[in-house]
Structure formats: C-alpha cells, structure tokens
C-alpha cells in the first residue's frame, strides 16, 4: 500500500470549469491538473475529489422549468446529481492513469482505494455534494475539506444585496449554521450547505473555502499557512 503524508478532500465547484454560459474551461482544467500532479509527486498528497454540478445543473433545471412548469424536489436533485456525474467523469479521464477505476457515486459503500486521485460525485436526492465530501472525511477518516468555489471568501450576509457584508476569515460551526440555516433546496447556492455542516460540525471537519483559480493560495492552504479565504471549524 502506498504511504501518503496528507489526504484531502477537494470539493470542486462545477462553476470553476463549467461557468454559466461560458463553456468548459480547458484551461482551468489544465492548470488543474497540473497542480494536482505537482502536490502528489512532490508532497506525496492524496486527494478526494468531489465535483459539483456548476452551471449545467441550472441549466438543466430551469430547462425542465420551462417545458413541464412545476417540478418536484427529487427531479431537480436528479438532474444535479446527473450533472455532477457527467463532470466527475470527466475529471476522472483527465487523472485516469492515477485515479481510482470507478467514480464513488454509491456512498454506502466504502471502497479500498489505494490511488493517489479518487474522484467523487453526487449521490441522492436530498444530499449536496458538499454532504457527500464530508460523508467522504467520515469514511476515510479525513480531517479536512478543501471547498474550491468561484468567490474569495463567505461574507457575514449576502454582498450583492448589502454592501455593507463582511468577509468572514474564521467562523465556528455554531455560527455559520445559525447563518446558513437548517434545510436543503435544490440548486440552493450557499458557500456550504446546512446539512453538510451539521455533519461536519458532528465530526469536527475543518472546511476552508477559497478561490479555485488561484494555486498559489490554495497551496498556502494546504501547507497550513494564511490565505485569503474562510475557515469554518
């Protein structure tokens, strides 16, 4: 078996390689996979990555809106769980040749991966691929969540509705669930998703939630040194 230093669960927001209406980012994708390439051969880390929806998810919702009217809970899940999948896929052929065979899509079984890349995707309706990164923490014991979206920091309140928001740098799990509530919607776009944090507040995981496009700052993160983002613990 091999023996990595540090193991990380990596939450990829889909809005980072498939922004709204933009397309896939190829070149995120590069500059992604060549990160992930350095940080395994040069700090023999291991990485759970578990890869959100991003744009098409709306896209396919609003979609589905639009030709039937009124859609339940479970439909709109399923069209982001399929999303998530479609995109989880991809970023498993980009690591193939060191990536775990099957996408973790089934989360009650816990597989024994030895790779040094095991891509993840959604699972069912009502659980985010937030919950199913800290389910990932719970089953492989991992201690720290890795939340790489398309905003800098989370703020106290909304800062495209108050300008006055303050960016937040450290939160405990208390606050920020009296901040993002109790209950899961749909394609609701929180910076973590209230029933994911009340499991990780459960399990003491730490979740740092930062810019995915900038490297160097997620480095400093995973180094264990400052960067612009939030810390939720």
Known sequence: MVEYKQSFVLSLGGSLFYPNGGGIDT????????????????????????????????????????????????????LGIHSTRLNAHMI??????????????????????????????GWKPGWSTD???????????????????????????????????????????GKYRAMAGDKWVPGMNLPFDPIASKLADELSVTVKILNGRNFSNLKNALDGKPFVGTTIS
Not at 35 to 43: E, K, P, T, V
Not at 46 to 62: D, M, W
């Open 27 to 78: 070149q995120f994708l590069k500059d992604f996979n060549k990160f992930i390439r350095d940080q395994i051969s040069f700090h023999k880390r291991r990485f759970f990555i578990v890869v959100g929806g991003g744009a098409i998810t709306r896209h396919y919702q609003s979609a589905a809106r639009e030709v039937r009217g009124s859609i339940d809970d479970d439909d709109l899940d399923w």
């Open 92 to 121: 498993r052929v980009i690591f193939r040749d060191i990536a775990h065979s099957h996408v973790i899509k089934h989360y009650e079984i816990i597989r024994k991966a030895d790779e040094p890349v095991v891509v993840a995707a």
């Open 131 to 173: 919950y199913d990164a800290i389910t990932l923490c719970q089953d492989y014991g991992i201690a720290v969540v890795i939340n790489l979206t398309n905003v800098d920091q989370v703020f106290d309140k909304d800062p495209k509705k108050f300008p006055n928001a303050k960016p937040l740098v450290k939160i405990s799990w």
